[in-house]
T-cell receptor, first 111, second 115 residues
Framework: DAKTTQPNSMESNEEEPVHLPCNHSTISGTDYIHWYRQLPSQGPEYVIHGLTSNVNNRMASLAIAEDRKSSTLILHRATLRDAAVYYCVRTGGTSYGKLTFGQGTILTVHP | EAGVAQSPRYKIIEKRQSVAFWCNPISGHATLYWYQQILGQGPKLLIQFQNNGVVDDSQLPKDRFSAERLKGVDSTLKIQPAKLEDSAVYLC?????????????FGQGTRLTVV
């Protein structure tokens, strides 16, 4: 079961940091954590991924708990263009790269 | 680099009719996915190809849905006959390799309305 749990929605103000949580308590040692986001009327877009260590890229940072049962996507300064549905996805092991999406978190950014 | 191309963008059909969607993945990408996204839900994987072979089609309703990937490149997804509950966005995605690290690139999708 590749289930992850995320809050249904979150809100933020522009220019402020946003921390989007994800629980994946049944994760295996070989599963990666991926984050995708989906803007209105678009397909999902890759944001970041990680295995054990915290990761940074130009879009965001990913903080993975030491026990790997949870992770947090960090948007350092939210902009209006970051308003989207954010999906936390597990993949790896024998799933051959299968991406199983949950409901995701709807992020609203206020000006 | 060109992205994943899908056509058509929109399609309206009557129930019991048939419909086909086309996907052209990013050049060189071995893995191709078809997802169904019902309004308000996350995408659900229908079928995953590795080159022209099927890796996972466990959630494909095989009595009405079919998919093929000719020569390991383009792919078509067909529904015959369509039902009202098939109204959704059909997303195609591709990725370079199949490993635990898999960055998938998605097309814009085809929005199907069955009336």
């Amino acid at each position: 079961d590749a289930k992850t749990t995320q809050p249904n929605s979150m809100e933020s103000n522009e220019e402020e940091p946003v921390h989007l949580p994800c629980n994946h308590s049944t994760i295996s040692g070989t599963d990666y954590i991926h984050w995708y986001r989906q803007l209105p009327s678009q397909g999902p877009e890759y944001v970041i991924h990680g295995l054990t260590s915290n990761v940074n890229n130009r879009m965001a940072s990913l903080a993975i708990a030491e026990d790997r049962k949870s992770s947090t996507l960090i948007l350092h300064r939210a902009t209006l263009r970051d308003a989207a549905v954010y999906y936390c996805v597990r993949t790896g092991g024998t799933s051959y790269g299968k991406l199983t999406f949950g409901q995701g978190t709807i992020l609203t950014v206020h000006p | 680099e060109a992205g994943v191309a899908q056509s058509p963008r929109y399609k309206i059909i009557e129930k019991r009719q048939s419909v086909a969607f086309w996907c052209n993945p990013i050049s060189g990408h071995a893995t191709l996915y078809w997802y169904q996204q019902i309004l308000g839900q996350g995408p659900k994987l229908l079928i995953q190809f590795q080159n022209n072979g099927v890796v996972d089609d466990s959630q494909l309703p095989k009595d009405r849905f079919s998919a093929e990937r000719l020569k390991g490149v383009d792919s078509t997804l067909k529904i015959q006959p369509a039902k009202l509950e098939d109204s959704a966005v059909y997303l195609c995605a591709s990725s370079l390799v199949v490993t635990g690290y898999t960055e998938a690139f998605f097309g814009q999708g085809t929005r199907l309305t069955v009336v």
